[in-house]
């Protein structure tokens, strides 16, 4: 399983903005034949910090999906929310297995 962990720090007057394009992206993202999960998850410490948790079967299904309409709609729409880039940490994920 391809597993990456997406960190994100948000402009504090865009998380609210941040988490409804977070929603769009995640209900279709859970659509794609290839996912496994995919989380949106929120600090309780820092409510600017996010991880977005993607699984896929594998390597071609998670680029497969930076293909698609909905994620390339989210990457635009988020573009000026965020306060520093973000970064993605690949991850080989072991259990569940695929």
């Known amino acids: 399983m391809h597993t ?4 994100v720090q948000v402009k504090a007057d865009c998380i609210d903005a941040f988490i409804t ?3 769009a992206n995640h ?3 859970i659509q794609e ?4 999960r995919f989380d949106v998850l929120q600090s309780p ?3 600017c910090r996010f991880i977005l ?5 594998n390597g071609e299904d998670a680029a497969a999906h930076k293909q698609t ?4 709609t989210w990457r635009e729409t988020v573009a000026d929310m965020m306060a520093k880039p973000r970064f993605g940490e690949p991850f080989t994920g072991l259990f569940p297995q695929a």
């Open 53 to 57: 948790y993607e699984a896929y079967a």
């Open 21 to 23: 394009a977070c929603e």
């Open 27 to 29: 209900l279709a993202s």
């Open 69 to 72: 309409t909905h994620y390339q």
């Open 33 to 36: 034949p290839g996912n496994r």
């Open 4 to 7: 990456t962990l997406v960190h």
């Open 45 to 47: 410490d820092d409510a």
